[in-house]
């Protein structure tokens, strides 16, 4: 009998803090997590050289910069940027997102600096 998952419900989980561009854990997926974060201002242009990176707009607008334009993706609204490729997230207002990547994939790519950190788990 295979172990049933919780229903995850994502405002309540957002509710749950309010600090920028940590990602919080709220449930694995085969090797994978799903992650949601709060954004605001840029981040740093990077990228993810071993696997793509789903980014789902819960709330808000987020401006996804490529070296070869820009894409805005709405409440609603999902972007697959594909593995290896350079980007800078960037969001106006505070905007909530999920996102769905391998384990322990860290949120600056190849890039490191000091917004580098890995996701927590969310209870």
Request: negative net charge; glycine residues 8%; proline residues 4%.
């Amino acid at each position: 009998m295979s172990k049933a998952a919780a229903v995850v419900n994502v405002a309540e989980k957002l509710a749950q803090f309010s600090e920028l561009w940590s990602q919080k854990t709220v449930a694995a997926l085969n090797d994978y997590e799903v992650k949601l974060a709060k954004v605001k201002g840029e981040f740093v242009w990077h990228t993810h050289d071993d696997t793509d990176e789903l980014f789902l707009v819960v709330s808000g607008r987020l401006t996804i910069r490529l070296r070869d334009g820009d894409i805005v993706v709405g409440p609603g609204e999902l972007y697959v940027v594909p593995r290896g490729v350079e980007h800078c997230p960037v969001a106006e207002e505070e905007t909530a997102i999920l996102l769905v990547e391998p384990t322990g994939t860290l949120n600056t790519g190849s890039a490191g600096g000091p917004l580098t950190r890995a996701a927590e788990a969310l209870g």
